[in-house]
């Protein structure tokens, strides 16, 4: 997307010019996001994302390209996975390919060499013809520094990388630049905006994390979750979007497995349209909570709450108890008087490995799962 009034390397005016230029391409950033984003243009450094899945990591990324006009490079991490697969390859295929059409000439380069050792010497002084830009297989790294191009580099799930990638990304982020021993070092012309996303699977170094702007993503409050699904248009009513942004983040509340995320609120706001539903009822929410509970146990947990929370001053029938309406008996415990609310939950985000358990410890919840049943006063 071209850019009107502003610079190619200088593409926001100020914070709220961020807010506004992301929400035209369908991004909702809150203060944070757009004030983080404001001063990467302005500092040229890093952001490292933070946070559960679906919170729209790998999203801000992908606008941030598209605001900026700049092209998206994209570097996947996995376990077990490579420098070279970051940064660059010689291409040996080509390489062979070109010894195999050039063999004439190579024989006459070492057509008068008296033995061996001299022809060997030969063919080492052409090595940089071999070992040249020309051979170079460029990976996201490398191609994010030389391009012509500015570019977003997108490093995603960081975490699921080896200690040994995050020391070769350092030194790439440190300075923007690569060095490739035969053929020297590659600096940025235009540094590319570089986001890392990280769901805390393992701890990232201090070295990294100090390069970086942090940026903690965590599931938005519910005006701003209920502008994401306004602006998806999923053809759900209003009131009944925002009757379900409430449910959701009750949900949200149970200590789930796998908790919902925004693009779950969506797909879920976009099944309730094509039903045609126009008012939220317990029935059709338990109907079609598997749009968002992806397992059993989380499904059989919700369903007893699920009335509750479309309607927080219903009670639920004794027999039904803290939950569950399936009849078996389950240890949770119940929420101890002085931890109302999952407070105490929301207390360890504030602490160092706040976000362990975003895969589901099964501690996690259990405490906080009550919360969900508590009935409003009166
Ligand atoms: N602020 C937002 N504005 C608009 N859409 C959003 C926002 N946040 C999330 N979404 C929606 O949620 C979807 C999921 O986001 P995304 O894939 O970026 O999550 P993620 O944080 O990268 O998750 P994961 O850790 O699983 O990779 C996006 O495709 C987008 O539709
Ligand atoms: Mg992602």
Redesign the pocket.
Known sequence: MPQDSAQPDQPFDSVDDVSAK?ASA?????RR?ATTIYLQSKLDKPVL?E??????????A??LAKVTGRRLLRLQCYEGQDETKALYEWDYGKQLLYTQLLREKIGEVIADAPDLAAAVERIDAQDSVFFSDHFLAPRPLLEAIRGEEPAVLLI??VDRADEALEAVLLECLGEYQVSVPEIGTYVAKVPPYVIL?S?NTRDLSAALKRRCLHLF?DY?DAE?ELE?VR??KTGLPDATARQLVEVVRGLRELGLRKNP???ET?DWARTLAVLGVEELTAEVVSDTANVVLKYERDLNRALGVLPSLVDPNRELPASVGHGHGHGHGHDHEDPPPDEPDGRAKRAAKDKPGRHDGYYGSPSQGSRSFGSATRRRPG
Do not use: H
């Open positions: 992301f369908g991004y909702i950033a809150d996001v994302l946070g559960p899945a679906g919170v729209g990591k790998t999203e801000l992908k606008t995603d799930e996303t769901n993503l938005p701003r994401i602006s998806k995320s925004i693009s969506v």
